[in-house]
Nanobody, 118 residues
Framework: QVQLAESGGGLVQAGGSLRLSCAAS????????MAWYRQASGKQRELAAI???????NYADSVKGRFTISRDNAKNTVYLQMNSLKPEDTGVYYC????????????WGQGTQVTVSS
C-alpha cells in the first residue's frame, strides 16, 4: 500500500554534504513513523534517524550534530541532510516506513548509495 523511493546519493569528499530524499506514494496517510537506515559494506544495517508524523525525531549517536531528518509540507517526502560527511558514513541508505509506533518497518525503499572519500 506504500511505496518508497530514495534519491540523492552520490560520491562526495570527506567534509562535504549531501541531501537524500525519500518520496512516499500510496496510502501515505497510514504511515506513523519513517526512518533512514544505512548499511556499510561488510557491516550490519544500522538506524540513522527517525521521524514520526507527530514530529518526534531521534538520531543515532554516530550522526548527531551532522545529519538532519525532515519532512516536506505535504508530509509525503522525507529528507536526510548530511553534513560534515566522513568516510565511515559510506554505505547504502534506505528509507523505511511503518504504520505502527515501533519497529519492524513494513515498507522499504530500494536504497541509494552514498560514498565518502578520504
Amino acid at each position: 500500500q506504500v511505496q518508497l523511493a530514495e534519491s540523492g546519493g552520490g560520491l562526495v569528499q570527506a567534509g562535504g554534504s549531501l541531501r537524500l530524499s525519500c518520496a512516499a506514494s500510496g496510502i501515505i496517510s497510514s504511515i506513523n513513523m519513517m526512518a533512514w537506515y544505512r548499511q556499510a559494506s561488510g557491516k550490519q544495517r544500522e538506524l540513522a534517524a527517525i521521524i514520526t508524523t507527530a514530529g518526534t525525531i531521534n538520531y543515532a549517536d554516530s550522526v548527531k550534530g551532522r545529519f538532519t531528518i525532515s519532512r516536506d509540507n505535504a508530509k509525503n517526502t522525507v529528507y536526510l541532510q548530511m553534513n560534515s560527511l566522513k568516510p565511515e558514513d559510506t554505505g547504502v541508505y534506505y528509507c523505511a516506513a511503518t504504520t505502527r509506533g515501533t519497529p519492524p518497518y513494513q515498507y522499504w525503499g530500494q536504497g541509494t548509495q552514498v560514498t565518502v572519500s578520504s
